[in-house]
Nanobody, 118 residues
């Protein structure tokens, strides 16, 4: 059984930075692509960023390019999301997910809340 646990969320002011982490247990992280998603109040969950199993290719929601950076440490079974210049519209519950063999998320964490005040 794969378990994902996010951490690092909190209440920050606009312009601040946060670094989210996702600890993966149960299966080695290194064989799978991983991603971050978010769900703002009253909205559907949306894609934020993804990273290949090797840590090479990365993918971002267009509007977040340049502010967010995804990274991984396969030796520590950990995924990260560095978020800079945060805006109130970044307020959401942030989830990490493992990307399965069909290129769809198959395991999800419970999320970590990021609140950005203006």
């Amino acid at each position: 059984q794969v378990q994902l646990v996010e951490s690092g969320g909190g209440l920050v002011q606009a312009g601040d930075s946060l670094r989210l982490s996702c600890a993966v247990s149960g299966r080695a992280l290194s064989s799978y692509a991983m991603g971050w998603f978010r769900q703002a109040p009253g909205k559907e969950r949306e894609f934020v960023a993804a990273i290949s199993w090797s840590g090479g290719p990365t993918y971002y929601k267009d509007s977040l390019k340049g502010r967010f950076a995804i990274s991984r440490d396969n030796a520590k079974n950990t995924l990260h999301l560095q978020m800079n210049s945060l805006k109130p519209e970044d307020t959401a519950l942030y989830y990490c997910a493992r990307v399965g063999d069909d290129d769809l998320p198959d395991y999800w964490g419970k999320g970590t809340l990021v609140t950005v005040s203006s």
